[in-house]
């Protein structure tokens, strides 16, 4: 439903108009400026990276293609946790989901007071609020899509920017927790930035905005456990390709990948920085050759070499040994390679 609809007819509206003032601070992100905008912003970059030419995507396209029709994929049909019977066709809806959740990789040039480095310092602290909880990792990649796809339909004023982020994770782990956080504790997070009433309230206008899509999302560790089966669920490779995985939350660059690419992305420079190569079960249980993810390794190394990054909270949790020093090897390795990356 609409705004213009929520005001003709109040007596079936979840919010109200001065409830979203109150809550984004300024107005719908749908003015004639901002659509102009946001149709240069598109015409300069495509929405879904890498943007490939023809003859590259046919190439890959045919590659992939072969392999999947001669790889002899071993299934364990004993092995009822992974529904062998029905997992092309799962990945395969799933795959059909997720143009229907991927944010406008541009949102911000629409937004008039908050910025990238704003977003990374918020996706950074949503962490740390992750990680106190013990709460799953889907949980966090639902909240942070939340907060992008908000933040692409609504203009945002700084003070309230947190509140967002608060209320994704919030509704996140209201749909995805068996034991979520209750609204108190969010408060108890924020130091009383926010009240009760007004996270609650942010929670009923996130959802009208996104018209309660939040089921639809399906985070990169869906893709991630698929693609480990190609080495036998090697836990140093999965563990840093976790890692390198949370890294991409913090780069908006990544705001044009769909999940699975993220996935992929992830695993390829896990293996690249472990010494693995990327062979036909890597490409067939991905859908993506070493060609297609080269610049996404690149764009990660990128981020693994910028200043203070260290200090970053996804690299103190992955300093952990629990995590196998995941972050510390990483940013090693980046630095051993800074020529090549």
């Known amino acids: 439903m609409d705004v213009e609809d929520i005001e003709g007819d109040p007596e079936l509206s979840i919010i109200n108009e001065k409830e979203v003032d109150e809550m984004v601070g300024v107005q719908e992100q749908v003015t004639p400026e901002q659509e102009e905008k946001s149709a240069i912003a598109v015409a300069k970059s495509p929405r879904i990276w890498p943007d490939v030419d023809t003859e590259r995507a046919v190439r890959h ?3 992939i293609a072969e392999i999947q029709e001669t790889f002899e994929d071993e299934v364990d049909y004993l092995d009822t946790t992974m529904v062998s019977e029905y997992s092309e066709e799962i990945f395969k809806y799933m795959n059909d989901l997720e143009d229907d959740v991927m944010p406008n990789p541009d949102y911000m040039d629409g937004q008039n007071e908050i910025t990238w480095a704003m977003r990374q310092t918020l996706v950074d602290w949503l962490l740390q609020v992750h990680l106190r909880w013990h709460m799953l990792p889907e949980t966090l990649w639902i909240a942070i ?3 992008d796809r908000f933040l692409t339909r609504r203009v945002v004023s700084l003070v309230k920017l ?27 997070i924020t130091e009383n930035g926010y009240t009760k009433e007004e996270i609650l309230k942010g929670e ?6 996104l018209d309660f899509k ?16 190609a080495d036998n669920y090697d836990i140093q490779t999965r ?6 995985t949370e890294v991409t939350l913090l780069d908006h660059r ?14 390829y420079s896990a293996r690249r920085m472990l010494g693995g190569d990327w062979n036909e079960s890597f490409v067939f249980h991905s859908g993506f050759v070493a060609e297609h993810l080269e610049p996404g390794h690149q764009w990660i190394c990128e981020k693994l070499l910028e200043d203070n990054f260290a200090s970053q909270y996804v690299c103190q949790k992955y300093a952990n040994k629990k995590f196998l020093k995941a972050s510390l090897f990483a940013i090693e390795w980046a630095k051993s390679n800074v020529d090549e990356a």
Do not use: H
Request: charged share 20%.
């Open 145 to 147: 899509n939340i907060v």
């Open 61 to 63: 396209y045919r590659e």
């Open 162 to 188: 947190q509140l967002v982020g608060v209320t994704a994770m919030f509704i996140a782990a209201k749909y995805e927790e068996i034991l979520a956080p209750s609204v108190d504790e969010f408060v108890f």
């Open 204 to 209: 009923r206008i996130v959802l009208q905005t």
């Open 254 to 267: 990544f705001l044009r990948c769909k999940p699975s690419l993220i996935a992929a992305v992830g695993m």
């Open 214 to 229: 939040v089921s639809q999302y399906c985070s990169p560790y869906s893709w991630m456990r698929r693609i480990s089966k």
């Open 239 to 244: 563990t840093l390709g976790k890692f390198l």
